[in-house]
């Protein structure tokens, strides 16, 4: 009996000797680590420039709309353009002509700003809600219909337009 708890001890000494040279060493373990964080650092800022990219596409998107119903607003109003944003939201309009959630909140990392000038002319500006991380162009929009850009400052009617 005793012999054939030695045979068991030694056999079960030897099944964990081999699991343990078997093992990672700190080399192999450093060396895959080391590799996963290269590849971080070259696809990390791949991923955040889409990011901002998909931003910017869609505040174009929304400027263009967003346009299209200043201006039926302004054929329904006898071709005056709002005077604020809330305007073309209920209850100040009757249906809505935009998402009120443009004027509360940020849509794809862009803030919009409504200027009034008189009843023939009008700004839209949005800007990036965190300059950098949201987006780096800021646009520019006015009853032209013509939207323009400009990187790192606010845009104007004399910035080019957006191709």
Do not use: C, W
């Not at 895959?32 to 869609?58: G, M, Q």
Request: charged share 20%; no cysteine.
């Amino acid at each position: 009996m005793n012999n054939q708890k030695e045979r068991f001890f030694l056999k079960r000494h030897a099944q964990l000797e081999r699991n343990f040279l078997t093992g990672f060493t700190l080399v192999e373990i450093m060396v895959a680590v080391s590799i996963v964080l290269i590849l971080a650092v070259l696809v990390i800022p791949n991923v955040l420039r889409a990011r901002i990219n998909s931003n910017e596409v869609s505040t174009i998107s929304n400027l263009s709309s967003l346009g299209k119903s200043i201006q039926q607003y302004s054929m329904t109003n006898d071709y005056k353009y709002p005077q604020a944003f809330e305007d073309l939201v209920a209850p100040n309009s009757n249906p809505p002509y935009i998402d009120r959630d443009f004027i509360d909140n940020a849509k794809s990392g862009y803030l919009y700003v409504y200027e009034y000038q008189d009843d023939d002319n009008f700004r839209l500006l949005a800007s990036p809600k965190t300059p950098g991380r949201t987006g780096v162009r800021y646009f520019y929009l006015d009853e032209t219909g013509i939207i323009r850009a400009k990187e790192g400052g606010q845009a104007s009617e004399s910035d080019p337009p957006v191709q």
